[in-house]
C-alpha cells in the first residue's frame, strides 16, 4: 500500500511570524481532520524551519526544507547541509524541483549529489522534476522526464526508495493558475511507474509514491488524486492559506 502525501511548498513567501502562525493553523485544523492516513507535509524557508518543527510538535505535520547543500559543512556561504536541517528536527527534503533547476541552475548531476547527501544522512526525499511546455507541445515530456529520473536516481540501490517520494511538476502548470488534466497527470504518472519498474521491480514501483504538483487547488485536487498512480500532491500557491491547503488534504 502506497503512502498518501499532501505536501505544501511555501517557496519564498511567509517571515517568521507568518510561518509561525501558518503552521499552528495546519497542525490544528488537521487535528479535526477525518482523513487520518494522508501524510502532511509543509516546507517553509530555512529561517522558519526550527520555529514550524516546534509549532507543528504535537501534530503529525512532517516539516521539510525547499533545498540543501550536499557538503557537510565549510566554504559554501549561504548554503545548509542535511546535518544542519536535521540539528532543527527536519528529516525531510524537497530537491530538484524546477525553480531550483532554472534559477539556479541545478543539473541532474548535481541533483544525484545532493541526493546521495541526503540519503546518507537518513533524509526524506521529496524528487522533482517535470518538462517545461516546449517539450510538452513537441512530444518529448516522457523522455525529459524519463532522463531527469535516470541522471539523478538511477545510481542508487533499491532500497534507497523506502526514503524517496517523486513528485512530477510539469513546469508549464507551476503557478500558472494551468493544471495538468488528471488523464494527463495520469499517463505520466503511469510512465513515471513504469520507468521504475523497469529498473527496480514491480515492488519498488508499486510502493512508490508519486505526487502531482501544478497549481493544484481544492477544486481540482479531488479528480486528480482519483487517479490510480496519483498518490497526493506538491503544493505551492494553495498551501499558503491553511484552509485551502487542509481541503486538498482532504480531497482523497
Ligand atoms: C510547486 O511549486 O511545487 C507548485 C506546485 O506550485 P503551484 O501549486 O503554485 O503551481
Redesign the pocket.
Known amino acids: 500500500m502506497r503512502k498518501q502525501i499532501v505536501a505544501g ?1 511555501w ?1 519564498m513567501n511567509n517571515d517568521l511570524a507568518a510561518s509561525k502562525k501558518l503552521a499552528k493553523q495546519v497542525a490544528k485544523k488537521l487535528k479535526k481532520d477525518k482523513v487520518k492516513n494522508t501524510k502532511v507535509i509543509i516546507a517553509p524557508t530555512f529561517v522558519s524551519l526550527a520555529s514550524a518543527v516546534k509549532a507543528t510538535k504535537k501534530s503529525r505535520v512532517k516539516v521539510a526544507a525547499q533545498n540543501m547543500h550536499f557538503e557537510e559543512s565549510g566554504a559554501f556561504t549561504g548554503e545548509i547541509s542535511a546535518k544542519m536541517l536535521k540539528s532543527v528536527g527536519v528529516k525531510t527534503v524537497i530537491l530538484g ?3 531550483r533547476r532554472e534559477y539556479f541552475a541545478e543539473t541532474d548531476a548535481l541533483l544525484a549529489k545532493k541526493v546521495d547527501a541526503a540519503l546518507a544522512n537518513k533524509m526524506n526525499i521529496i524528487f ?1 522534476f517535470g518538462e517545461v511546455l516546449a517539450d510538452r507541445k513537441s512530444g518529448n515530456q516522457e523522455t525529459v522526464v524519463e532522463n531527469q529520473i535516470k541522471n539523478a536516481l538511477f545510481h542508487l540501490k533499491a532500497d534507497a526508495f523506502k526514503n524517496i517520494v517523486l ?1 512530477y ?1 510539469p513546469v508549464w ?4 493558475g494551468e493544471t495538468a488534466s488528471p488523464e494527463q497527470a495520469q499517463d505520466m504518472h503511469a510512465f513515471i511507474r513504469k520507468t521504475m519498474a523497469d529498473k527496480y521491480g514491480a515492488d519498488v514501483a508499486n510502493s512508490t509514491s508519486i505526487l502531482y ?4 487547488k481544492p477544486t481540482n485536487a479531488k479528480e486528480i488524486f482519483s487517479k490510480p498512480d496519483v498518490d497526493g ?7 499558503l492559506n491553511a484552509d485551502d491547503f487542509l481541503a486538498i488534504v482532504n480531497a482523497f
Do not use: V
Open positions: 511548498n517557496k524541483h524546477s525553480e522533482c513528485a511538476e502548470a507551476i503557478g500558472t504538483g501544478g497549481s493544484c500532491g506538491l503544493i505551492g500557491g494553495a498551501a
